[in-house]
């Protein structure tokens, strides 16, 4: 159909535009123009893909012509009686004549007829449009617009699913407290590199695929795997020996089509926790039965490495039971210590694990001191029921008016808590960063 309503004709100094409905044959010219205005450099609220979505589920588009080249489109999606301009651009030589007005008053006509009475836009500031938005009469609106991009293409949701994996939610590397200098380690040799491989690329450094970190139970290897998949916004995916053994065909070959399967995720951070269990030292008489697996696992993680843009992290407490050849170079990139928390990251922890309410009430430093040897998981432990002691005492009277865990029940509750760690195995420990750890 023809529209016949005043302003769709115009006379530029030369030539004559005009505004006509949309036709099939015009998308690619459509397309064209979409692309063209993109190029200013502002990233448009809907992508192209929404726009054509928008065509095909019988939205109502015009275009401007200039005989018979296309040089601008505007294009609405109708929900109910609203109707979402979701493109208006123009070529670069045929703004400022009010081509833009123009086509939006077609628009909205066309709309009308279908039932449409309130049009909206999101624009970027600066965006092609914004000047004919404004001639029209729409008025602008204080709202905040938000957004967030999944970072998971929606054929990745049903493999994540099967393989028991998961997004993780934002800021569980700033809730990891204390611990600065692992911290710092790996935030500059992993995330650095993995959030901007262009940068990396540009120094020649090769982002890491795979690293181990080591260190005695509950110093917090599973927390920093799960804060550095947070942090670079991949969804974490934990491999578990146990479950993959249960699962019939033999454990070397679920490995196999674990890995096969996570090959197919953009993004990710794969986890082995105890993977000492799967790759302790070969070479025995007769061989272990694990040797397959620990096989099977040698060329998944060869395999692994081919591709960038995820990261396979291995927990072990016993670092020195692992196979030399398994931690060799080439095939883990770092090899990292995550030791007990020094008095810094004590304190850092046990003020994350105290009421705020009571904070400022509670010697910290004296709850730093009696927790020597203590890893965060202990602090958290002996927190916790230093909470629960006090709160039972508040309800049920023995505490005289204080609210919540005073210095004193914190203290008692440390006196409760046998520590994980011993003076053997941080000597241990310290031996074994001497020895294997690669930074
Ligand atoms: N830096 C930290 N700040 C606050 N809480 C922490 C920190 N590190 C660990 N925790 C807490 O301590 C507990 C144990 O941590 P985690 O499970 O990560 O240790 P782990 O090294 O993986 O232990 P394991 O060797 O037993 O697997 C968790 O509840 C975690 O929330
Ligand atoms: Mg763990």
Redesign the pocket.
């Known amino acids: 159909m023809m529209s016949i309503l005043p302003g769709r004709l115009g006379q530029s100094s030369m030539t004559t535009w005009r505004v006509r409905d949309f036709h099939d044959d015009d998308l690619d010219h459509v397309v064209r123009v979409w692309e063209e205005s993109r190029k200013t450099g502002v990233d448009p609220v809907y992508g192209l893909a929404e726009v054509l979505a928008a065509i095909r589920n019988d939205g109502s588009a015009v275009v401007a012509v200039v005989g018979p080249v296309v040089v601008g489109a505007t294009i609405a999606r109708i929900n109910g009686d609203r109707g979402w301009v979701v493109m208006l651009a123009l070529a670069d030589e045929w703004r400022g004549k009010g081509i833009g007005s123009a086509m939006l008053t077609d628009l909205e006509s066309r709309l009308v007829h279908r039932g449409v009475h309130r049009l909206s836009a999101l624009l970027p500031e600066g965006e092609t449009g914004v000047e004919a938005f404004r001639n029209r009469g729409y008025r602008t609106r204080d709202l905040v617009y938000f957004e967030r991009v999944v970072p998971l293409q929606p054929q990745e949701v049903g493999r994540l699913e099967s393989l028991g994996g998961h997004v993780l939610p934002d800021g569980l590397w700033d809730?990891?407290?204390?611990?600065a200098q692992e911290k710092t380690l790996i935030e500059r040799r992993l995330v650095l590199p993995l959030a901007d491989p262009d940068l990396a690329e540009e120094f020649g450094v090769r982002p890491p695929h795979a690293v181990v970190?080591f260190?005695?139970?509950?110093?917090?290897?599973?927390?920093?795997?799960?804060a550095v998949a947070s942090r670079l916004g991949w969804p974490f995916v934990e491999v578990l020996p146990s479950r993959l053994a249960a699962e019939g065909p033999g454990l070397a070959l679920a490995l196999r089509d674990t890995f096969a399967e996570i090959a197919e995720l953009e993004h990710a951070v794969v986890f082995i926790?105890?993977v000492e269990e799967i790759a302790a030292e070969r070479g025995g008489r007769p061989p272990s039965p694990t040797q397959g697996v620990t096989n099977e696992l040698l060329k998944s993680i060869s395999g692994f490495r081919e591709r960038d843009g995820r990261l396979l992290v291995c927990?072990?407490?016993f670092v020195r039971a692992l196979d030399p050849a398994f931690l060799r170079h080439g095939r883990f990139d770092y090899v990292i210590p995550?030791g007990p928390?020094d008095r810094t990251?004590r304190a850092?922890?046990w003020r994350?694990?105290v009421p705020d309410t009571v904070l400022d009430l509670v010697d910290v430093e004296a709850l730093v001191a009696a927790s020597n040897l203590f890893?965060?998981?202990d602090?958290?432990f002996a927190a916790r029921k230093a909470s629960q002691q006090a709160l039972e005492s508040s309800v049920y009277g023995t505490a005289g008016g204080v609210r919540g865990p005073t210095t004193a029940d914190y203290l008692d509750a440390v006196g409760q808590t046998r520590s994980t760690l011993t003076e053997a195995m941080v000597a241990d420990f310290t031996d074994d960063i001497e020895r294997i750890s690669r930074l």
């Open positions: 809730a990891l407290a204390g611990m970190l260190g005695p139970p509950g110093t917090g290897k599973t927390t920093f795997a799960k926790d105890e927990a072990t407490n995550i928390p990251a850092a922890i994350r694990y890893t965060p998981a602090i958290e």
